[in-house]
């Protein structure tokens, strides 16, 4: 299956849809990951906090897919982020994944209670000068984050990995890096323990589609030009998520499903120190 590409704005490509593995673990992960790579997915999104890179790594070789075709994208945690901590976090990541770079790095959040992530951001510039980091972003910014690093370093991130989905679709905050140049990438774009599946707006273009539920969340985020990453254990599934690219919505679907947006929409919550995005 031939997957769309964005061009960021380095110059590099991106697929338009991406595979999440926050929270596969051990040989869970390496199975689930190798049978994404099998059913065609070419993004990876692993971090030092999902605690499964030697995972990926392992299964990038076991898949026989060639290195150069996949994107692996990991970030860096908010406990790393002077600029030291940031290198030293990045070869680590390297090393746990048995690669010799990576295609895209992160800085994970802001941690603006520590506020060095300009620091961290200064070291991704340098290690994409280097050559071990393909193109460089962030997750979790906004609007004051992206414009301190940019103001500092004169680079713009490529990516913005933020929460999006149907109860939390943050026009603004696509705004601010559509304006920016910055593609949006949504994390936990399925809504994951609050799953939109069955909401009207959903469930009726499903059926209209003839298609699930679950392609017409993806096709929403793709008809908006972001970049969903769902993570799914489930081959079926794995191979259901891709397969969005054969339908498209009408602008009042789109803007009805959007129109779920719910002020306690957010899936984060609680003390983010503890939370293992963080
Ligand atoms: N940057 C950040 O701060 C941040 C935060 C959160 C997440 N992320 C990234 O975003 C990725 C995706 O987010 P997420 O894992 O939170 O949630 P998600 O991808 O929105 O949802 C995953 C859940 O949906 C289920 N699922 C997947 N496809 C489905 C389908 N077609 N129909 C029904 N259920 C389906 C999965 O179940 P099965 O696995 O059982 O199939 C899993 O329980 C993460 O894995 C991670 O890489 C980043």
């Not at 030291?84 to 680590?92: F, G, P, Q």
């Not at 679950?214 to 891709?242: C, D, F, M, Y």
């Not at 002020?263 to 983010?272: H, I, K, T």
Request: with cysteine.
């Amino acid at each position: 299956m031939e997957i769309p590409h964005y061009t960021l704005n380095d110059g590099h490509e991106l697929p338009a849809i991406g595979f999440g593995t926050a929270g596969l673990r051990g040989d869970d992960a390496v199975t689930a990951v190798t049978s994404a790579l099998e059913n065609g997915y070419r993004l990876i999104d692993t971090a030092v906090n999902y605690q499964n890179e030697t995972e990926v790594g392992e299964a990038i070789r076991r898949s026989g897919v060639p290195r150069e075709e996949i994107a692996v994208c990991s970030k860096i945690p908010g406990r790393h982020h002077g600029y030291d901590d940031a290198i030293r976090s990045t070869r680590e990541s390297l090393e746990r994944l048995g690669l010799d770079h990576l295609d895209l790095h992160l800085i994970h959040w802001p941690n603006p209670g520590r506020d060095r992530y300009h620091e961290a951001w200064r070291a991704l510039v340098d290690l994409q000068k280097e050559g071990l980091v393909r193109s460089v972003g962030v997750s979790n910014f906004t609007h004051d984050h992206l414009r301190r690093v940019i103001d500092e370093t004169g680079v713009t991130p490529a990516v913005n990995q933020i929460e999006l989905h149907p109860y939390f679709p943050q026009p603004e905050m696509q705004q601010v890096d559509d304006d920016l140049g910055v593609i949006t990438e949504s994390w936990s774009p399925l809504g994951k323990r609050q799953a939109p599946f069955t909401e009207p707006p959903v469930a009726e273009a499903a059926e209209r589609h003839g298609v699930t539920s679950g392609q017409v969340l993806l096709r929403w985020h793709l008809q908006q030009g972001n970049l969903p990453i769902p993570k799914s254990a489930t081959p079926s599934r794995q191979r259901e998520n891709l397969d969005v690219f054969g339908f498209e919505l009408t602008d009042d679907e789109v803007a009805a499903i959007s129109g779920l947006a719910r002020v306690d929409g957010r899936l984060f919550g609680g003390d983010p120190d503890t939370h293992e995005e963080m």
